[in-house]
């Protein structure tokens, strides 16, 4: 839970969430994700941290922007982009909010 970072937010620079079990590429979003994201925005505030949210796993243009509205900073995507027929679309609409 984020909500185990409390005491030490203010000491970090970056925070990652994992939005897949780690191990391998290809997997679905654990949509649930967007929740700790949010949850953990309202930490970062609380704290006066200047943490950045990093989302890594199932990233593709849907959930990546999912994950933008729900405050995420950074977005890892691999698949999405290295799997594409046009990687530069794809890494284009991903930049979009």
Excluded: W, Y
């Amino acid at each position: 839970p984020v909500e185990l970072l409390r005491d030490i937010m203010a000491e970090l620079d970056l925070v990652l969430l994992m939005s897949v079990n780690p191990g391998f590429g290809g997997q679905k979003f654990i949509g649930n994700t967007l929740n700790k994201i949010t949850r953990l925005r309202k930490l970062i505030e609380e704290s006066g941290s200047q943490a950045l949210i990093e989302v890594d796993g199932g990233i593709n243009e849907e959930t990546g922007r999912a994950c933008a509205l729900a405050s995420a900073d950074v977005a890892v995507a691999g698949n999405a982009i290295f799997k594409s027929s046009n990687p530069q679309a794809v890494i284009a609409s991903l930049h979009q909010r």
